[in-house]
């Protein structure tokens, strides 16, 4: 087949299937490969392929939007410093630039172009979340971007070939986890190497010179099925806003979203201005979660790729906390990028009241945990990321201990106990926060944390929702709210980095998901069933249900089982309609 050859509907389906396999062979190839918890366990990466104008073509199964979406943006600085033409079979190129790519300068972006007899036909590139960077333990603490770690600009990793290794070196000399760090960077370069040979046995299969006529053909189908699907949303402005804990003072997030025919326009005007700490957010970031909550909300379906964000128009004033100004600090900007697809469907409730999610509990918390084994010379570096509850949906109860939008995985610990002489003495689902609603919220988690040291210990925890906890849609309740404990006592700044004593004992206890609808319409069967499974209490359920659940066992039983629970059906309708 040429690359005139009109591609019919069937043909571009097995091509179109083709590509994702390629992608997901990358991504495979890039965990298996990594060395750090956090690419290997957490899947705190996006993998993707660009046709030669830098368009994102595709996307593997995982991967944040923070990193897919910010990296589909940021592959056109790449060609900008480089355009086609300018580099060679062998290159390698990368940049942790927060500005160009995903946020912040522990994500560290990898492109590699692919060449077929000489040209440059595509390109593979990675986004990674490093173990360490350098500078301030990953933290909320910075005035500055310069405080934050080694900034790398877009330079060549490989030339030809050849490791760049002054560049290695440089890294090596300023990370605490400079084996983990440097490790990653080999499998971000091997998995694009990986996705390479791939895409060109599959084009050698189908006789293909160029992947620009597939790309430009999945790209536009994306496009016109997404303008479909918001041409069937009537015209108008919706406008929502939601409260962050901030660091020194809360910040408010603000959304106005305009539908005009088969454009989305998603304004961030009259959101809190840049911060003077690191919880600022880069534009590319906040058009990366705005333009996926627009996608997750009318158009699950359609792939992930260029022409999929094309209708989607967003804005943020600059200076504002969603599109800060270098040198900002802007290491934790997850804790207010992470609520944008919550403000933008709590816009949205009204409008497209049967397909949306409440708020849930992202941010997703992320500690660092830095401290020296008992009877070691050698200190580790630790980086646990957590999950509390998701929203409740439209027509389904939220999630558990699932994060959204993030995406990635929480950490097991048996991870974090083989790597580091951490304990966790306890993790398991928080009763009651889950926020109460005609579908329920998803719940939060109970965690605590010791180390077998005998120095002082650190811990540097990005959290959120403990003064503002995840609001609920269309009548539904609040999650649970987030807490942050050191040894039974709250603490005022848990974003601190801050130093423990010996036998401290930290618990993180993450928030809930909110509710979804009146949660009077609850079906009492269902609320009878949480309270069997330890999701809400007896009195919870009367509380905020108006359900009632006698239990009909004795209080010194050791396990408590179905049978020991009864549904009052007539204390419930009268309690309800009282």
């Not at 961030?268 to 590319?284: D, H, L, Q, Y």
């Not at 409440?358 to 570096?381: C, E, L, V």
């Not at 010194?556 to 309609?577: G, N």
């Amino acid at each position: 087949m040429t690359t005139r050859t009109r591609l019919d509907p069937v043909l571009i389906e097995v091509l179109w299937s083709r590509v994702l396999s390629v992608v997901n062979e990358q991504q495979v190839a890039l965990q298996r490969t990594a060395f750090s918890t956090i690419v290997r366990e957490t899947q705190d990466l996006a993998c993707g392929v660009f046709d030669t104008n830098g368009r994102m073509m595709a996307q593997s199964v995982t991967g944040t939007p923070g990193h897919i979406n910010a990296m589909a943006t940021g592959v056109r600085h790449f060609l900008k410093e480089y355009p086609p033409g300018t580099l060679s079979p062998g290159d390698v190129l990368l940049t942790n630039d927060p500005w160009m790519t995903a946020g912040q300068i522990n994500d560290i972006t990898v492109l590699t172009p692919v060449f077929k007899k000489g040209v440059e036909v595509a390109y593979f590139a990675n986004t990674c979340h490093a173990a360490d960077i350098g500078g301030r333990i990953l933290s909320a603490e910075a005035r500055e971007v310069y405080e934050e770690g080694l900034r790398i600009p877009i330079m060549k990793l490989y030339d030809r070939g050849a490791i760049n290794q002054d560049l290695i070196s440089i890294i090596r000399a300023n990370v605490r986890t400079p084996d983990e760090t440097v490790g990653d960077l080999y499998a971000q370069t091997s998995c694009n190497d990986v996705g390479a040979r791939a895409l060109l046995s599959f084009m050698d299969e189908f006789d293909l010179d160029s992947i620009d006529p597939l790309s430009r053909e999945i790209i536009t189908r994306s496009e016109e099925a997404m303008r479909s699907a918001i041409r069937e949303i009537p015209n108008g402005v919706h406008e929502h806003e939601t409260w962050s804990d901030g660091f020194e003072e809360p910040i408010l997030i603000k959304a106005k979203v305009t539908i005009e025919d088969e454009d989305i326009l998603i304004d961030f005007a009259g959101s809190s201005p840049e911060s003077v700490r690191g919880i600022n957010v880069v534009f590319n970031y906040t058009h990366a979660y705005a333009s996926f909550a627009m996608k997750a909300a009318i158009s699950p379906d359609v792939p992930h790729n260029d022409g999929a964000f094309r209708p989607v128009h967003v804005s943020a004033p600059p200076g504002s906390i969603l599109n800060c100004l270098e040198p900002a600090p802007v290491a934790s900007r997850h804790i207010i990028g992470h609520f944008l697809p919550g403000v933008v469907f709590g816009a949205l409730a009204e409008a497209l009241p049967d397909r949306l999610m409440a708020p849930g509990s992202d941010p997703i918390w992320i500690s660092i945990w830095r401290g020296r084994p008992r009877g070691s010379d050698d200190r580790f570096t630790f980086s646990l990321f957590q999950c509390g509850g998701a929203g409740a949906r439209a027509a389904k109860d939220g999630l558990n201990t699932t994060g959204f939008p993030s995406g990635v995985a929480g950490v097991p610990a048996e991870s974090m106990e083989t790597l580091t002489s951490m304990v966790q003495h306890r993790r398991e689902l928080r009763t009651d926060s889950g926020g109460a609603g005609r579908f329920r919220g998803g719940l939060g988690q109970w965690t605590e944390m010791s180390c077998r040291t005998d120095e002082p210990w650190t811990v540097s925890a990005m959290v959120d929702r403990i003064s503002y906890p995840p609001e609920g849609l269309l009548g539904g309740g609040y999650g649970g709210a987030g807490e942050f404990w050191i040894d039974g006592a709250k603490e005022a700044q848990p974003k601190r980095l801050l130093v423990l004593d010996p036998a401290s004992r930290v618990q993180l206890n993450l928030p809930g998901g909110g509710g979804y609808g009146d949660p009077f319409t609850r079906d009492p069967e269902a609320v009878l069933w949480d309270v069997i499974e330890g999701y809400v209490s007896v009195e919870a359920a009367r509380r905020d249900y108006g359900v009632v659940v006698k239990y009909m066992g004795s209080d010194d039983q050791l396990v408590r089982l179905p049978e020991h629970y009864r549904l009052d059906l007539a204390a419930t309708e009268s309690l309800r309609s009282a």
